[in-house]
């Protein structure tokens, strides 16, 4: 009898360990940790819970200041799980630095894992409101974004978006901003530049066309190059489940005589295109946009590769000013890489949203929607200096206007090109 009831409290036991293994200990309720998760993953994930501790301490501390209550979904395990956890953490920065400043603004932090899935960002959504969300950082990625920003707006909780790019984020929705470019700004920026910096003659194009991101960046692209005199000698496209094979792709760009190949999509498969460019011996002008932001610290890639390639992007982290390397530096030892455009995204929506309350007179002590009025008079009327652009100003369509860095990879680093 004693050997069966130490067998089954034995039993009890090991359930209640897995079961903490499998959860999110860094306010993630409502989710659980994907069971491949990396080690990278896990690193973030435990540099975050301790900069959260930290915030809760620093509230704890100061005692009688109230805080906004401010929340976001993103992809904190699962295949995007980089650029969830980097919005994570440059929003926990952001937060530990305004708290610990004591004054009359004061945030709590909490994020709830959304998978990269629109229906898991809406459950996501629904806990943050059972936790009390007043502020939204909305989703990371484009479809969660538009799905919980339908949410939002009926329920009257102002959100403000570090990347969630597509326009229809915002479309129709006078209480939902974004802090990153819009899809089509993108587009035309890079046709823009290209052409006036005079960087190619006849362009190929490589884009997803499953993804509203990539896709909606090319039409715009394809209409501002017609109009700046670019010709687009190939356009071809790949979707999710394809993104493995572009020599089909790269041999059409490279026998139509492409010098440079446009790629409005983000940095994994853009590694791919560039290692198979190379094994083929074809070596055009690349040129990325946002996206493109990162594929120097993704794992296993040969940044030798990435020489020469030159991105849009609204954050260098090898830039010199003080801002920077305050923020990547404390970025760096906090969670051991160099944050990418949208750890700094993030860290400037934090800082954003501090500058309307400060302007609006808002106190904690405000309802969600009472805030969110708030906001959507505010936003449009303040001007903005953050990591990723100095003077931004929104309009009432929650569009932000900011100026793109050109930069280009020299020595496996990002170097300013204007």
């Given at each position: 009898?004693?050997?069966?009831?130490?067998?089954?409290?034995?039993?009890?036991?090991?359930?209640?360990?897995?079961?903490?293994?499998?959860?999110?200990?860094?306010?993630?309720?409502?989710?659980?940790?994907?069971?491949?998760?990396?080690?990278?993953?896990?690193?973030?994930?435990?540099?975050?819970?301790?900069?959260?501790?930290?915030?809760?301490?620093?509230?704890?501390?100061?005692?009688?200041?109230?805080?906004?209550?401010?929340?976001?979904?993103?992809?904190?395990?699962?295949?995007?799980?980089?650029?969830?956890?980097?919005?994570?953490?440059?929003?926990?920065?952001?937060?530990?630095?305004?708290?610990?400043?004591?004054?009359?603004?004061?945030?709590?932090?909490?994020?709830?894992?959304?998978?990269?899935?629109?229906?898991?960002?809406?459950?996501?959504?629904?806990?943050?409101?059972?936790?009390?969300?007043?502020?939204?950082?909305g989703s990371v990625?484009?479809?969660?974004?538009?799905?919980?920003?339908?949410?939002?707006?009926?329920?009257?909780?102002?959100?403000?978006?570090?990347?969630?790019?597509?326009?229809?984020?915002?479309?129709?929705?006078?209480?939902?901003?974004?802090?990153?470019?819009?899809?089509?700004?993108?587009?035309?920026?890079?046709?823009?530049?290209?052409?006036?910096?005079?960087?190619?003659?006849?362009?190929?194009?490589?884009?997803?066309?499953?993804?509203?991101?990539?896709?909606?960046?090319?039409?715009?692209?394809?209409?501002?190059?017609?109009?700046?005199?670019?010709?687009?000698?190939?356009?071809?496209?790949?979707?999710?489940?394809?993104?493995?094979?572009?020599?089909?792709?790269?041999?059409?760009?490279?026998?139509?005589?492409?010098?440079?190949?446009?790629?409005?999509?983000?940095?994994?498969?853009?590694?791919?295109?560039?290692?198979?460019?190379?094994?083929?011996?074809?070596?055009?002008?690349?040129?990325?946009?946002?996206?493109?932001?990162?594929?120097?610290?993704?794992?296993?890639?040969?940044?030798?590769?990435?020489?020469?390639?030159?991105?849009?992007?609204?954050?260098?982290?090898d830039a010199t000013?003080?801002?920077?390397?305050?923020?990547?530096?404390?970025?760096?030892?906090?969670?051991?890489?160099?944050?990418?455009?949208?750890a700094a995204d993030?860290?400037?929506?934090?800082?954003?949203?501090?500058?309307?309350?400060?302007?609006?007179?808002?106190?904690?002590?405000?309802?969600?929607?009472?805030?969110?009025?708030?906001?959507?008079?505010?936003?449009?009327?303040?001007?903005?200096?953050?990591?990723?652009?100095?003077?931004?100003?929104?309009?009432?369509?929650?569009?932000?206007?900011?100026?793109?860095?050109?930069?280009?990879?020299?020595?496996?680093?990002?170097?300013?090109?204007?």
């Open positions: 009898m004693k050997k069966a009831l130490s067998f089954v409290l034995t039993a009890v036991m090991c359930a209640g360990l897995l079961a903490g293994c499998g959860s999110q200990t860094t306010g993630n309720s409502a989710s659980s940790a994907a069971p491949a998760e990396t080690a990278a993953e896990e690193t973030a994930e435990a540099a975050s819970e301790a900069g959260q501790d930290a915030a809760s301490d620093e509230s704890a501390s100061t005692g009688s200041t109230a805080a906004f209550k401010l929340g976001g979904t993103a992809p904190l395990t699962g295949s995007a799980a980089i650029y969830g956890n980097a919005v994570m953490n440059g929003a926990q920065i952001a937060v530990d630095e305004i708290n610990a400043e004591g004054g009359a603004i004061q945030f709590e932090l909490k994020y709830e894992d959304d998978e990269n899935d629109p229906e898991k960002a809406v459950s996501a959504y629904n806990a943050l409101k059972d936790w009390g969300i007043q502020l939204s950082l990625t484009t479809k969660p974004c538009e799905a919980v920003a339908t949410e939002h707006n009926t329920d009257r909780i102002f959100g403000l978006t570090p990347s969630a790019s597509s326009t229809a984020v915002t479309e129709g929705k006078d209480n939902f901003f974004q802090i990153c470019f819009a899809d089509p700004n993108q587009g035309v920026a890079s046709a823009d530049y290209i052409a006036d910096q005079q960087l190619g003659t006849k362009v190929a194009v490589i884009y997803r066309n499953d993804d509203v991101y990539s896709s909606g960046i090319y039409e715009r692209f394809a209409e501002e190059a017609e109009a700046k005199g670019l010709e687009i000698v190939s356009a071809t496209t790949f979707t999710d489940a394809s993104s493995n094979d572009f020599s089909v792709q790269l041999t059409e760009a490279r026998d139509a005589g492409a010098d440079l190949v446009f790629l409005p999509i983000y940095y994994q498969p853009a590694s791919l295109i560039l290692k198979q460019a190379s094994d083929m011996g074809y070596a055009p002008k690349f040129f990325g946009v946002d996206g493109m932001d990162g594929i120097l610290t993704l794992e296993g890639f040969d940044t030798s590769l990435a020489e020469g390639v030159m991105l849009l992007t609204p954050f260098n982290a000013d003080e801002k920077t390397v305050n923020f990547v530096t404390k970025y760096q030892e906090l969670y051991g890489e160099i944050p990418n455009q949208f993030a860290y400037d929506c934090v800082y954003a949203y501090k500058a309307a309350l400060e302007a609006a007179g808002a106190t904690a002590d405000m309802s969600a929607q009472d805030l969110c009025e708030l906001m959507v008079a505010t936003f449009p009327t303040i001007t903005f200096d953050g990591l990723t652009g100095e003077g931004m100003t929104w309009d009432a369509t929650g569009a932000v206007s900011k100026s793109p860095k050109g930069m280009v990879i020299e020595n496996g680093a990002y170097v300013g090109m204007d």
